[in-house]
């Protein structure tokens, strides 16, 4: 608040100062002497109107006997001094009027400054502008933390977070801690001073945290480890250190920051020597939780996806030397965390959190709250009443594969191009056993594909055996295959295709053992190349190796590659259906995929069913929302009748 008031103050003396100026400006302006003709201040003179004049050279100011001023130009000293010897020596002499050589009001120095001033002032108005775009809002408190404190943690809690159990039950001694630390103190037990959350994006590491000050009671501070990497240096460690002067105001409380791989790497680490900033910031923050008390109510959460990438310093006793994994959600937790999150949006009959459970494999909490509100965007656009499946198909479609470009203008042939990639992805899976069953094929172009194939597993997956990956080279390799044999060309939209196709043969021979060749060693480079530190490692095989082990993933590509084109040569016909039916339809659903792989319906059929189902979509449509303005009314009438019945009542 203090610092608030501070800041403002300072935009009221400029402001002043500024308005000041001008003022005085306009004043002078208004004060400035009229000029007139030289006869006219002459006729002024012989009237005796003129009470002072002013001579300055050939410029003469007279002021009126009505406090008026005026000025005149000579237009030669002879006039002048004409003007003296006829009327001015006389009046003079006489004292009716004052006669004074030079101008007396000169500009003052102030006036002389004042553009300089100006500028100034413009510039430094300017530069506060600039600076509070870049700092948020905080002009004047560079090296301040931006550690916000959230007012509103007391909502959240555990029982708001689903799944997580272990993970909770592990924080659970943080709260118990939090509620009464004096209990510990006394006992002598130490508590751990900071936990390193460790997970992918969206898994709901904020999240927790949030849920245990709230859980806690406690006062939840954040902060990015990004927002200590600025642009000024010195900034991030004073950042720092304000932030934990504010904590132990507030203690007991809990400090999270976010992405603390951001300042948290490895020092001495990349090129150059690395970041100066950067480090410094990091000892400050490793300097401040060596130098808070073990039992001083303080928790420091961090958040990281790359836990190996942190200096080892970090990780120490005393520090963050407590790690809790977050991990992506099973089945039975996205239930639960679209239970919690639907629970302000309808959902349409039939659609179960364990329905979209059961649809959402992969999905982390972020991408399943994502998926919510699109559908409910999506229900909300034709002014529906609950969220219905299909918009949840199309939300899930969404959050996998980016909205779609239905603007983009796709050429005849551009669009069979693609039709046939993805009809030769899809038959190609659906051949395969292990391969999972095709969800969707489409043409409709999203994000930066041209179309995609999405097949889907009926159950969460954890492992991955060689059969699964070498179908899954198959599957990839599957729609350059299909462009082969159909068109006799090849385009460039296979070529991520590719890309992962290589990848996942190079994962099973260099990590998995999967080549008979190679044998069961790990010829992987460490994951993470991190320039600098890693930057001379050498690889820990020989040049022979290196060659047999490119020899094999180009056998296993090879291998994937003939066993595509086997099956869609013999499935050409098939090949040739699916995409027929994609250029008619350009979305195709599992069911129907189905129907046309087994020959029970031709495109054609499939496309006259499809605008009719349309139809009824859309009669299905204006019913529910003539049923819904039915309700209204009936609604309205109710009260009304209610408010009569209230009316009658106080009449009696
Ligand atoms: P992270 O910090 O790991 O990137 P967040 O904490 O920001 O992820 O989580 C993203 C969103 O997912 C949160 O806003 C929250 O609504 C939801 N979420 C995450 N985990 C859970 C959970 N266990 N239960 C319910 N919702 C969750
Ligand atoms: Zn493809």
């Known amino acids: ?50 009470k002072e004049i002013t001579f300055d050279e050939l410029t003469i100011t007279a002021k009126l006997d009505d406090g008026k001023k005026v000025k005149a130009f000579a237009h030669s000293a002879l006039d002048v001094d004409r003007l003296h010897n006829t009327l001015l020596d006389k009046q003079s002499a006489e004292g009716k009027l004052v006669v004074n050589n030079k101008e007396q009001e000169k500009p003052s120095v102030f006036m002389t400054l004042l553009p300089t001033l100006l500028i100034i002032a413009v510039i430094v108005v300017f530069w506060i502008m600039i600076m509070r775009q870049q700092g948020g809002g905080k002009a004047m408190s560079f090296g301040k933390s931006r550690a916000k404190l959230q007012h509103d943690v007391g909502k959240l809690s555990f029982k708001d977070v689903a799944g997580l159990d272990e ?20 006992l002598g037990a130490r508590i751990p ?133 977050i991990g992506m959600p099973d089945i039975k937790a996205r239930e639960e965390i679209i239970g919690i999150h639907s629970k302000n949006k309808p959902l349409a009959e039939g659609v179960e959190p364990k329905v979209l459970a059961r649809r959402t494999p992969g999905f982390s909490p972020a991408d399943l709250e ?107 390799l599957a729609g350059r295959v299909a462009e082969m044999l159909m068109l006799s060309d090849i385009s460039t939209g296979a070529s991520n295709d590719i890309q992962r196709a290589t990848d996942v043969a190079k994962d099973m021979v260099t990590k998995y053992g999967f080549s008979d060749i190679l044998g069961p060693v790990n010829y992987a480079d460490s994951d993470e190349v991190f320039l600098g530190r890693d930057f001379t490692s050498k690889k820990s095989f020989s040049e022979d190796t290196a060659n047999e082990i490119d020899k094999e993933i180009k056998r296993i590509v090879h291998d994937g590659y003939e066993t595509a084109q086997r099956i869609l040569t ?51 449509n204006k019913m529910e929302e003539a049923q819904f303005h039915k309700n209204i009314e009936r609604q309205h009438a109710e009260e009304k009748l209610h408010k009569d ?8």
Not at 7 to 31: C, E, H, M, P, Q
């Open 167 to 186: 993970e909770k039950e592990e924080l659970q001694e943080i709260v118990d801690f939090l509620k009464a630390p004096k209990k510990y103190a006394n």
């Open 370 to 476: 994502n998926m919510l509100n699109e559908a409910a965007l999506l229900t909300a656009r034709r002014s529906g009443i609950a969220i219905r499946m299909d918009e949840i198909e199309e939300a899930i479609t969404k959050v996998i594969a980016g909205p779609a470009k239905k603007s983009r203008v796709i050429s005849e042939k551009e669009k069979w191009l693609t039709a046939i990639h993805e009809a030769g992805h899809a038959i190609v899976a659906q051949v395969l056993p292990g391969t999972d069953p095709v969800h969707q094929v489409s043409i409709v172009p999203r994000g930066r594909a041209g179309g995609f194939t999405m097949i889907l597993p009926t159950e969460d997956r954890y492992y991955n055996t060689k059969g699964d990956m070498e179908e899954e080279i198959v599957h990839l």
């Open 193 to 325: 001073r900071g936990v390193l959350l460790v997970g992918p994006p969206g898994t709901g590491k904020t999240y927790i945290s949030k849920a245990t000050a709230g859980e806690a009671g406690v006062p939840f501070f954040t902060i990015s480890g990004s927002d200590f990497v600025e642009m000024f240096v010195g900034v991030g460690a004073s950042r720092v250190r304000d932030l934990f002067d504010k904590a132990k105001k507030s203690s007991p409380c809990i400090v999270f920051i976010d992405e603390i791989d951001a300042v948290g790497r490895k020092r001495g680490a990349g090129m150059g020597g690395g970041h100066d900033e950067r480090e410094q910031t990091l000892n400050q923050l490793l300097v401040e939780m060596d130098g808070f008390a073990d039992n001083s109510g303080i928790i420091i959460l961090a958040a990281t996806n790359r836990p190996d990438v942190l200096d080892p310093a970090l990780l120490r006793p005393g520090r963050f030397d407590r790690q809790v994994l």
């Open 1 to 50: 608040m203090k610092r608030f008031l501070k800041t403002f103050g300072i935009y009221i003396i400029i402001f002043a100062v500024i308005s000041g100026f001008s003022l005085f400006l306009t004043r002078n302006k208004d004060s400035a002497p009229k000029v007139i003709p030289y006869s006219k201040l002459t006729s002024y003179i012989s009237d005796a109107k003129v």
């Open 570 to 620: 013999e499935n050409k016909e098939k090949l040739v259906r699916v995409a027929e039916a994609l250029m008619l339809i350009e979305n195709i659903d599992a069911k129907q995929f189905v129907r046309l792989f087994d020959g029970e319906i031709t495109p054609k059929e499939l496309e006259a069913e499809v605008q009719s189902k349309e139809q009824d979509i859309e009669e299905k």
């Open 645 to 652: 019945e209230a009316k009658e009542q106080k009449s009696i």
